[in-house]
């Protein structure tokens, strides 16, 4: 099993834009519900956005739901994460995951607990200067 590979952070000035890729095996990719959360300095993990296997369910945090869009791209076995209207509060690694063993049913009421996933990248930092 190939674990997720996240690319696209960086440096940006407040108000700017980011779009962030996560490559997925295929036969992941496929068949679960895939996910970013972000860890802040001195800050727990916590979840971003997350998007169902079938692409069509998605649900945000409170603070991605106006900025934030999580999509997936089936050709490229890839999820992203364009993130507008940067604030320097939202400075933190972000990390994509894979949830392979919730039903699409309880996927929306259940994405923010890490315990449901299985696959975890390692990581992309984002920096948002003031």
């Known amino acids: 099993q190939v674990l997720p590979v996240e690319s696209g952070g960086g440096l940006v000035q407040a108000g700017g834009v980011l779009r962030l890729s996560c490559v997925i095996s295929?036969?992941?990719?496929?068949?679960?519900?895939l996910a970013w959360f972000r860890q802040a300095p001195g800050k727990e993990r916590e979840f971003v956005a997350g998007i169902g296997w079938n692409g069509y369910d998605t649900v945000y945090a409170t603070f991605a739901k106006s900025r934030f869009t999580i999509s997936k791209d089936n050709d490229k076995n890839t999820v992203s994460l364009q993130m507008n209207a940067l604030k320097p509060e939202d400075t933190a690694v972000y990390f994509c995951a894979a949830d392979r063993k919730s039903s699409s049913a309880t996927f929306l009421s259940t994405a923010a607990h890490e315990g449901n996933y299985d696959y975890w990248g390692q990581g992309t930092q984002v920096t948002v200067s003031a």
């Open positions: 295929r036969d992941t990719f496929t068949a679960s519900h």
